[in-house]
């Protein structure tokens, strides 16, 4: 059974910081683009950051880069995708889902939802001012 699963949300003060896990079990995930979304109240989901296979390529949207980082660590049965989120904003509130493509080995990094077939369950971040 493919599972997904995000751990390390919480409540931060803005400025602060939080590091966020996904734990990808059930098939190999060592090939595939892993990918973050978030999704606050009342708005679309939308991309955050995904990493290819090798972490030779990564790709943000605007408004977290130079902010958070994703990174990923390919073990044997369990691939963990991390994302690094410092100097939060109020407007980083959401919850956070992780991603993963079903293509092996691709090196194109999707942005869209759809581009993605299996997620977690998310977990909540809450930034205050």
């Known amino acids: 059974q493919v599972q997904l699963v995000e751990s390390g949300g919480g409540l931060v003060q803005a400025g602060g910081s939080l590091r966020l896990s996904c734990a990808a079990s059930?098939?190999?995930?060592?090939?595939?683009?892993m990918g973050w979304f978030r999704q606050a109240p009342g708005k679309e989901r939308e991309f955050v950051a995904a990493?290819?296979?090798?972490?030779?390529?990564?790709?943000?949207t605007d408004s977290v880069k130079g902010r958070f980082t994703i990174s990923r660590d390919n073990a044997k049965n369990t691939v963990t995708v991390y994302l690094q989120m410092n100097n939060l904003k109020p407007e980083d509130t959401a919850v956070y889902y992780c991603?993963?493509?079903?293509?092996?080995?691709?090196?194109?990094?999707?942005?869209?939802?759809?581009?993605?077939?299996?997620w977690g369950q998310g977990t909540q971040v809450t930034v205050s001012s």
């Open positions: 991603a993963a493509d079903h293509t092996y080995g691709s090196v194109y990094l999707p942005r869209k939802r759809n581009e993605y077939d299996y």
């Open positions: 059930g098939r190999t995930f060592s090939g595939n683009v």
């Open positions: 990493i290819t296979w090798n972490t030779r390529s990564t790709s943000y």
